[in-house]
């Protein structure tokens, strides 16, 4: 059988320009759970080593990473074996954030699953819409759907918590 899959060498490089944002979206997903999230993150390498894709930059190699992880916590989390954990500060030291928006994070992972890919690509990761349009296999209105609720819903929620603007 012979396959034309990545070198050791590839695969470590993409590994190392990849893992915090890989690592990141699992923590998210898991609440801060760190074994399901490492866990969550092995797969998602794993499934790039078995992966034919072949990447046109490093925004598609990353955004194909994120889909993937996405999907990957998305089906653990259906799957019944895993419990939700509660979010808490101690949790949240974890996750490798680029900053202090935890308040905001906590509610944009508390999205409906579409809706938190699209937004966190978007505003975390710095992807145009058509980007995540190709990483979901999705239309860029769809895409555009999926930010406007995704806005929506946190203006609510925000509202809800005291926040104003």
């Known amino acids: 059988m012979n396959r034309t899959l990545r070198t050791r060498e590839e695969t470590a490089d993409i590994y190392r320009r990849n893992i915090d944002a890989v690592y990141r979206v699992c923590m998210l997903f898991f ?12 797969s998602t390498f794993l499934k790039l080593m078995k992966s034919p ?38 949790s949240l030291a974890g996750i490798p954030a680029e900053d202090d928006r935890s308040d905001l ?33 999705k239309s860029k209105a769809s895409v555009w759907g999926y930010l406007h609720s995704g806005r929506k819903l946190l ?6 918590e005291g926040y104003e603007g």
């Open 155 to 160: 203006r609510e929620a925000l509202k809800e």
């Open 31 to 42: 609440k801060g759970s760190r074994a399901d999230a490492e866990d969550a993150a092995q």
């Open 105 to 137: 994070l906590r509610q944009v992972m508390e999205l409906p699953d579409k809706c938190k890919t699209a937004v966190y690509m978007y505003y975390y990761e710095g992807y145009t819409s058509g980007e995540i349009a190709a990483a979901m296999g």
């Open 53 to 90: 894709v072949k990447f046109e930059n490093a925004a598609h190699e990353k955004s194909w990473l994120i889909v993937v992880a996405s999907n990957i916590c998305r089906d653990s989390l259906r799957s019944g074996w895993k419990t939700r954990v509660q979010l808490d500060d101690e």
